[in-house]
T-cell receptor, first 116, second 114 residues
Framework: AQKVTQAQTEISVVEKEDVTLDCVYE???????LFWYKQPPSGELVFLIRRNSFDEQNEISGRYSWNFQKSTSSFNFTITASQVVDSAVYFC?????????????FGTGTRLTVIP | DVKVTQSSRYLVKRTGEKVFLECVQDMDHENMFWYRQDPGLGLRLIYFSYDVKMKEKGDIPEGYSVSREKKERFSLILESASTNQTSMYLC?????????????FGQGTRLTVV
């Protein structure tokens, strides 16, 4: 069965600090996709990134970077030089190719608060 | 600008009422989803649809039904609302694929059942 674990319920950092959000997943499918979404106070989830199970290259987008490691079943998200606008709930999610319908299995989310 | 629009931002209903939550997307997506979000539980899938008039149960379908008569519209129905259905409801849509397409979400409907 599939499962996504975000062990950090809440994190607070001071502005300009770096912060890493952890995500550990479980799946029996050999082809799967991992996602990160951001949910700001407005409520709408915003897509940040997708990785497929065959591509373990890390990715950097501005202040955001993602570290995908199949050996530890982890897909961690780092924000460098955090800003107040980064305050949000962040969700990691998993989708399996065999389900076919793009169902996303979500973790419980990590609430990040960036203190000015 | 692509959009998933949910009909209400906030809703208050009485126990036993029949409740309709409406969702419309303008991206011609095949897949549509209804999730509920509760503190400490993340998002849980209620129902999804991969085509008009098609529906599949998610992880927590009890007490809910859905309707998809047109491609762009996906309705969630609470047949007889109960207080344990007080929650944030999120609609999403995505292109057909093999798990590899991202979902776009609406702004959510916060439903309170009293």
């Amino acid at each position: 069965a599939q499962k996504v674990t975000q062990a950090q319920t809440e994190i607070s950092v001071v502005e300009k600090e770096d912060v890493t959000l952890d995500c550990v997943y479980e799946t029996r499918d050999t082809t799967y996709y991992l996602f990160w979404y951001k949910q700001p106070p407005s409520g709408e989830l915003v897509f940040l990134i997708r990785r497929n199970s065959f591509d373990e290259q890390n990715e950097i987008s501005g202040r955001y970077s993602w570290n995908f490691q199949k050996s530890t079943s982890s897909f961690n998200f780092t924000i460098t030089a955090s800003q107040v606008v980064d305050s949000a709930v962040y969700f990691c999610a998993l989708s399996e190719a065999q389900t076919g319908a793009n169902n996303l299995f979500f973790g419980t989310g990590t609430r990040l608060t960036v203190i000015p | 600008d692509v959009k998933v629009t949910q009909s209400s931002r906030y809703l208050v209903k009485r126990t036993g009422e029949k409740v309709f939550l409406e969702c419309v997307q303008d991206m011609d997506h095949e897949n549509m989803f209804w999730y509920r979000q509760d503190p400490g539980l993340g998002l849980r899938l209620i129902y999804f649809s991969y085509d008009v008039k098609m529906k599949e149960k998610g992880d927590i379908p009890e007490g809910y039904s859905v309707s998809r008569e047109k491609k762009e519209r996906f309705s969630l129905i609470l047949e007889s609302a109960s207080t344990n259905q007080t929650s944030m409801y999120l609609c999403a849509s995505s292109l057909a694929g093999q798990g590899n397409t991202e979902a776009f979400f609406g702004q959510g409907t916060r439903l309170t059942v009293v």
